[in-house]
C-alpha cells in the first residue's frame, strides 16, 4: 500500500494491524519485499529512474542504538545491507518525528514506514483530500481515495471528491509513464 500526494508519498510495510502486533510482524524478507516492490513502482508506473526511499524506524529515535528497542538494529538495518548490495539504496531506519519535516521529506521520492498510523497521520495533516491510495506490486494500476466510503454522509450533499479526481489523475499519470 502507498499513498501518494504532491507533498510526500508513503509506502507501509505493514496496514491495518494492531499496534501491539507489528513489531512481531516486522521481518527481514517481508522488509526487502516490500521496500523493492516500492522502488519498481517508482521506476515502472511513475516514471523515477533512481527513486530515493527513506525507511522510518519502528521506535522512537529509530531505537537510538537500541536504547528503545532491536527492530532498527536486528530487521531494519540488515534488510537495508541486502537491499544496497542489490542496487537499491534506501536511508534508513530514520526517526519518523523528523522525517517528514518539509527540510527532510524533500530528499526523498517516498518514504517508508513500518505501521499504517507512522505514515498516514503525516500525509493525511499536510494533505488530506488529495491523496491517492496506490496498491503497489499488481501487473496494472489501481488507485482509489484516501479515504473509507463515509456512508454517514450519503445523500447529505456534505461530501468532497477531491480525493476521487486525484486518483484518477493519478491512474492517468502512471499509465502515462508504462506506455
Given at each position: 500500500?502507498?499513498l ?45 529512474p533512481?527513486?530515493?526511499l ?12 537500541g ?18 548490495e ?8 530514520l526517526?519518523a ?14 518514504i ?21 491510495n496506490?496498491?503497489?506490486g ?42
Amino acid at each position: 500500500m502507498m499513498l501518494a500526494s504532491q507533498m510526500v508519498r508513503i509506502a507501509l510495510l505493514t496496514t491495518h494491524e494492531a499496534i501491539q502486533d507489528v513489531p512481531s510482524l516486522l521481518n527481514q524478507v517481508d522488509t526487502i519485499t516490500n521496500i523493492r516492490i516500492t522502488y519498481q513502482t517508482m521506476q515502472q508506473q511513475m516514471g523515477i529512474p533512481n527513486p530515493r526511499l527513506a525507511l522510518c524506524g519502528l521506535n522512537p529515535h529509530a531505537g537510538e542504538q537500541g536504547h528503545f528497542g532491536r527492530e532498527e538494529i536486528d530487521i531494519l538495518a540488515p534488510a537495508l545491507k541486502v537491499l544496497a548490495e542489490q542496487g537499491i539504496e534506501v536511508d534508513g531506519p530514520l526517526p519518523a518525528d523528523t522525517l517528514f519535516s518539509a527540510d527532510m521529506r524533500q530528499h526523498y521520492d517516498a518514504i517508508v514506514c513500518c505501521y499504517h498510523d507512522q505514515g498516514l497521520i503525516p500525509i493525511k495533516a499536510l494533505s488530506f483530500g488529495d491523496t491517492v491510495n496506490i496498491t503497489l506490486g499488481l501487473p496494472f494500476i489501481r488507485t482509489s481515495v484516501d479515504h473509507g466510503t463515509a456512508l454517514n454522509r450519503a445523500g447529505t450533499g456534505n461530501i468532497s471528491y477531491t480525493s476521487l479526481i486525484a486518483a484518477i489523475e493519478m491512474a492517468q499519470s502512471q499509465y502515462r509513464s508504462i506506455t
